[in-house]
């Protein structure tokens, strides 16, 4: 299996609801084998997506293609995809293995092939010795594996996931993130995952697709998303982030030195102007706090708090400007008392700068304005 094949294109999708655009021309290529999540908060359009790749919602315009096919005007039982819901969907009157085999059943495949593909599903599953319960004797967990075992019974190219652990409690919840990813590897069949919990999505993704407000902002590896998110929102909702805004005073070499509300600072990175605007991202487990003035930085603060939090402790510091910055470290770390004056500041390779909306939005209008002059220069040449 060739896990660059591409089996899911959205092509320019968009899907409006009473005149507004839930889903705002969305362009996406989902990889065979591979695990791809659709992360956002609740509105922002991920589950809508996850129902018209399905079938259950029609998009308003654009193409979605399955293995090459456009799909869009196919409805659910048409297309080579099952979909798992949080809410298990399961028929309370039937029994674990009649749960399982329904759709063969409605496919009218042959018994004997029905009881040995449900015998697969529930090893598979691991649900061997509660082939006879019905769901409500079930707990959420059990459930869950039902309902997975359902869909894959089909042998689907590709499953579609939306909230699946949602109802489940945080410990189980974990367990079935690791059971879902391996399962997901053994089986080699591309999962298209919904959720809106950040820490789900980069335990169990290959790459993670983050959407606000109908638009996918940035997609790629978990690493990237995390450790170099493109936006202002990716910084903010993909883990903990303390977002500065500021201006670049001056540049040496690589080294950028910057002027912020609270003091200055530096930074590591390249391709930015003298007096440019833009938002730098810290991490909170990156933000050092001194007692002492440490070179490149004069961003004061005080302690307000320290809350211990089992593996770590974070650190609240309020800035003069009245701004809260998160720190977090080991709780074994010496930490200043609360109360106290602090100076704050980083390793300049870990701070992230994410150009500001007036800075994307002049940027476009560049790009735009480059494009139209060539295609009048392209106009002139032939009328030469």
């Known amino acids: 299996m060739n896990s660059e094949n591409v089996i899911v294109r959205l092509n320019e999708v968009e899907k409006e609801f009473d005149g507004v655009k839930v889903v705002k021309k969305l362009s996406l290529d ?43 005007g196919l409805k659910p039982n048409e297309r080579n995809v099952n979909t798992v819901f949080q809410n298990y969907a399961l028929f309370p009157h039937m029994n674990v293995e009649d749960n399982i085999a ?30 006879k319960r019905k769901p409500a004797q079930m707990s959420g967990g059990q459930k869950q594996r039902v309902a997975i075992a359902r869909a894959l019974i089909n042998k689907p190219r590709v499953l579609l996931l939306d909230e699946p652990l949602g109802a489940l409690d945080l410990k189980l919840r974990k367990q079935m993130q690791l059971e879902l990813k391996h399962l997901q590897q053994k089986l080699g069949i591309t999962f298209v995952y919904v959720t809106h919990d950040q820490e789900e999505a980069l335990t169990m993704s ?46 040496d070499g690589d080294l950028l030195h910057i002027d912020l509300e609270a003091g200055k ?13 833009i938002y730098i991202c810290v991490r909170p487990e990156n933000v050092k706090l001194s007692e ?7 961003i004061r603060g005080k302690v307000i708090e320290h809350i211990f939090a089992g593996s770590v402790v974070k650190t609240e510091v309020e800035l003069l400007t009245g701004q809260i910055l998160k720190v977090a470290s080991h709780p074994n770390d010496d930490h200043v008392e609360v109360g106290k004056r602090v100076y704050v500041h980083w390793r300049p390779k870990d701070a992230i700068i994410v150009h500001t909306v007036e ?20 106009v002139d040449e032939g009328e030469d």
Do not use: W
């Not at 638009?215 to 493109?230: A, R």
């Not at 002492?292 to 004069?298: C, D, I, K, N």
């Not at 800075?359 to 009048?376: A, H, P, R, S």
């Open 265 to 277: 600072a530096a930074l590591h990175a390249k391709g930015f102007g003298v007096e440019e605007m």
């Open 206 to 251: 290959d790459r993670i697709a983050v959407m606000h407000e109908g638009v996918m902002e940035q997609i790629g590896t978990p690493d990237e998303v995390y450790n170099h998110p493109k936006t202002k929102f990716v910084a903010s909702f993909v883990g903990e982030s303390n977002i500065l805004e500021s201006y670049v005073r001056s540049v």
């Open 292 to 298: 002492t003035p440490v070179e490149h930085f004069s």
């Open 30 to 72: 989902i990889k065979e084998g591979e695990f791809l999540t659709l992360l956002g908060p609740s509105g922002c359009g991920k589950t809508t997506t996850l129902r018209m790749i399905a079938g259950f919602s029609e998009a308003t315009s654009g193409e979605i293609m399955l293995e090459g096919v456009d799909v869009s």
């Open 102 to 131: 329904f759709g063969l059943v409605e496919k009218k495949v042959p018994k004997a092939e029905i009881k040995e593909r449900v015998s697969e599903m529930i090893k598979l599953v691991q649900l061997e010795g509660l082939e």
């Open 359 to 378: 800075e994307q939005i002049y940027n476009v209008i560049e790009q735009t304005t480059e494009k139209l002059y060539k295609e009048m220069e392209g």
